[in-house]
């Protein structure tokens, strides 16, 4: 296994975990399928050495496959915006012409913001960064879980 392979395999199980439609619910708590994809990293990078995994591996394992499963994740949620966008625009302008004591601005900075490019953007903006800091914590996680003991000095 290549050195970088743990976190694109880590990458792919949260980017697919998180876009899947019901399976995605896990994700509400904690971005459990974030911090699962971490602990998978550091499991399969310990599956490759016969020595324990150094926490600066992990970590940058954990960022990777964060950075990748956030990509997959917006890139998932960019076509489904196209598809499912119109509806969902409609959704909120009704809700704001609902309210009236939303001002006229905000209602059309809100319009703007929920076009399915700019909502698109908007998720993978927020994403990217939530994604790899909990993807690192994660193979944090994974490192106390899996790395395997140093074993003693043979005088």
């Known amino acids: 296994m290549g050195r970088h392979q743990p976190a694109v395999l880590g990458g792919l199980f949260i980017g697919v975990l998180s876009s899947l439609p019901v399976v995605?619910?896990?994700?509400m708590c904690c971005c459990?399928?974030?911090?699962?994809?971490?602990?998978?990293?550091?499991y399969l990078q310990q599956q490759?050495?016969?020595?324990?995994?150094?926490t600066g591996d992990a970590v940058i394992g954990g960022l990777l496959a964060g950075l990748i499963g956030a990509i997959i994740y917006s890139a998932?949620?960019?076509?489904?915006?196209?598809?499912?966008?119109p509806a969902l625009q409609q959704q909120i302008q009704q809700q704001l012409e609902a309210n009236p004591d939303v001002?006229?601005?905000?209602?059309?900075?809100?319009?703007r913001l929920?076009?399915?490019?700019?909502?698109?953007?908007?998720?993978?903006?927020i994403t990217i960064p939530v994604y790899a800091v909990f993807a690192m914590l994660g193979s944090l996680?994974?490192?106390?879980?899996?790395?395997?003991?140093?074993p003693p000095a043979q005088a």
Not at 48 to 54: A, L, Y
């Open 24 to 27: 995605n619910v896990v994700n």
């Open 32 to 42: 459990l399928w974030v911090v699962a994809g971490g602990v998978l990293v550091v």
């Open 48 to 54: 490759n050495r016969p020595e324990p995994v150094e």
């Open 76 to 85: 998932v949620s960019f076509a489904l915006a196209s598809v499912m966008g």
């Open 103 to 111: 001002p006229p601005e905000l209602r059309d900075f809100m319009n």
């Open 114 to 125: 929920f076009t399915g490019p700019n909502m698109a953007l908007l998720m993978f903006v």
């Open 141 to 150: 996680l994974g490192l106390a879980f899996f790395r395997k003991k140093t």
